[in-house]
């Protein structure tokens, strides 16, 4: 038999409003892992084509018809992300495409940059 039953109510409150606070830990455990895991994939994808298009530069200015390796592995990846291609893992498959952008970008910047570098003027 319960003497308090007042007692009992509030505890089951409590217990409930600490397995919410729990159930939000964990959501934000999960979204910090999976920024970390991401910023991972993004950099390791960063190195190895940024490794690619210094080790091998003839093959990666010829590129695949005509366009470099770095921007069809991003826009490809990216682009079936968004897609849904990856279905539960699509965030990462955008995470390979963001880096191989990053990389594509890094470089088209440094192509744009190198003229002027050498005291020419920039194009118009």
Do not use: C
């Amino acid at each position: 038999m319960i003497s308090n039953p007042g007692a009992l109510v509030e505890a089951r409150h409590a217990q409930h409003r600490l397995m919410a606070q729990i159930r939000s830990v964990r959501e934000r455990q999960r979204e910090t892992i999976r920024e970390g895991v991401g910023t991972a994939i993004s950099t390791m994808v960063g190195v190895g084509l940024g490794y690619f298009s210094t080790a091998y530069p003839d093959q990666d200015k010829a590129g695949l018809l005509g366009f470099p390796i770095a921007l069809i592995v991003g826009v490809s990846a990216f682009g079936a992300a968004m897609a849904g291609v990856g279905g539960a893992d699509s965030d990462y498959l955008a995470d390979v495409g963001r880096g191989a952008l990053a990389v594509w970008g890094y470089r088209a910047g440094a192509d744009l940059g190198h003229p002027s570098a050498q005291g020419t003027p920039k194009p118009a």
